[in-house]
């Protein structure tokens, strides 16, 4: 703890020495400067970015389209301390390292997604990929007094772009050279008459993947994705507006992305695999997604009452399979010996009401209500084709998961305006949450259970109370200093798609967080600084490891962990042609006490044996790193604007972003389940008229085609004739061409 307070007091002697020399350089360059200021709605009202007394990143529409951001394992290069976890088509998000493993699908995620102010705290709600928005907003750290449910870690605000008034549209297409492939998208927006405009904005992606199955000579995943979103924004009197918007997704994506290695030696990750199709048939991911919205505003007077009523479905359904190349020695393939499928649908219904008082008083309010309720099912098919020297076995397992949930919760927050500089800010939330769930199984075929089979049935109530309170001084009109502590909480549940299940093993506890955290906002002119230092505590971290002696997962609750550190963003723009933004983050991550910890890959089998449920029980791993987590994470981005002639603009953008060093496998093996450090490259290099009405430009993302694995397990013997690693490969090189009009 006392380095802790120690690091913490660095990082903030740190930026008070930012605040003291930098106002002289601000005042020499400001001549040269330009405004480009980002408006966000953190705090449920539209601020400044620099005004917000929140560790955040905002990353613009224009940014992402520039960028080739597809989705949120895409975004977290330029967003430090942010992490996505890839498996099989449930990718977790990672905020200050804390998250919510994927293995359990009923896990609610510990960063909680919102789009256009609807709550998605399933990872399937958000498969599809981004397009035609107005921003991303990255909320670090404990979100429970305003967002509120289940944002134990951050919170993730996604808008979309609004209808103007003006008639406007869009067309982009681009080709892939390396996915051999192509995107199309685009928009139309404007009036129907005076009180009503309206936009419509679709995309369609069709592309081949980026590692060769050697099994049937195509390259994984095959994508094909088709999304629309429709938004009609009303406006009958100065006094009230209503929008309403439908986004609706299909995918269907044909192959996966594991890659067989070795399990004595570090991983060679490469762009190949042999798979076959399975019993359950093709592997891959097909689904589709639903997501409607109504947001009226009414003013009050000065007073305004916000509604937002939101509906949310998905049906989704995913075959797994597992590279089947052995690695060398002995070489050659094996048969596909194991494979599951996870059929899934659910829908929730949620509603917000909050009414806001008017800003610029001495005291000022937000305090609403919110209620939802979901249901959800799960299937699991697990399918064995085991023919070696220890087990024959041919045989298909079934599990079914039903549950339903409840919540309803009361939150407010309140500033007062102490004087014209220093404002203090409370929040505070309570949450009443309820659900109840089934789970059975049952063998479909087959000469035995290969897996245990078993039933469980549970009920849950639970009460949580999120309070915050933050201190904001501004040292002068450019800079901004503040102090926040806060609590995040997260609703326990039940295990989905364990086989075993027992009554006394369903059910794992809400996992509650602390956060303590002081940061400078500056905006010196050319130079906008931003940094915070933080140090947040979970208690009862909800788990799921996977145990590969068992090829089970274990899922239930860590006693406590801790994460210490320090984010940063500078932004230098000396003029309109020239602008650099760099972020760093660091953070020391570490379990606390975590009594009945899995065995890593480090502990011998003297003081933990992995086959032994008593010696899992006696074990703690406090003091180890959680996996998953880098201490270093940035990324330098320097765009360059070119007026070539008096008709013709050249852009260009370049970015680096990098991570250190971390654990990709849940028993931290240092031999094949290490991912070291690496950077990538992405270069953006557009022609375009002077007015932007239309556009070419060459697109890279990981230029120098750095192969990375996003997590990685050990498949076992006699599971498959050779036991080996399973890495599931990041997205490689991608090098396009795009080609856009505006009219």
Known sequence: MKARNQFLLSGVAATAMLVGTTPAYAQAAASDSYSNEIIVTAQKREQSLQDVPISMEVVTGDKIAELGVNDFADMAAYVPNVAVQTTAGNDVIYIRGFGSPPANFSFDQAVSLYIDGVYAGRSRQTQAPFFDLGRVEVLRGPQGALFGKNTAAGAISVVSAAPTRDFQGSLTGSYDFEYDGFQISGHVSGPISDTLSVRLA????????????????????????????????????????????????????????TVSDSATMAPRLRQSRFLEDSALGQEGIRGETLIASGTANLKLGDYTLTSITGYSWYDSAMINGFDQTLPNPPGGVTNNSVYNSYPENFDQFSQEIRLASPTGQTFEFIVGAYYDRSDYHLDQFGGFNINNSALNYFGLLHTFFDQKTESFSVFGQSTLNATDRLRFIGSLRYTHTKKEATFDGERIYGPFNLRPLTQAQGKRKENNVDPSITAQYDINDDVMVYATYGRGSKSGGFVSNTYGTTDATFQYEPEKSRNIEGGIRASLGVLTANVSVYDTKFSNLQVSVYNPTTSTYQTGNAASAASTGIESTFVLKPSRNFDVTASLAYQDIRYLDYPGAACLATQPVSECNPASPASIAANNIAGAPLPYVSDWSGSVQAHSWVPISSALELDVTGVVSFRSGYFNSDNQSPVFGFQKGYAKVDLRVQLSDADKRWHLAFVGRNLTNKLTAGSVFQLPFPITNTTRSIHYLEPARSLAIEAGVKF
């Open 202 to 257: 679709g995309r369609i992606v069709d592309n081949n993947g980026y590692i060769l199955n050697r099994a049937t000579g195509q390259k994984n995943p095959q994508t094909k994705q088709q999304l629309v979103r429709f938004t009609a924004l009303w406006e009958p009197s100065a006094n009230f507006d209503f929008t309403a918007r439908v986004e609706y997704g299909n995918q269907d994506i044909k192959g996966g992305v």
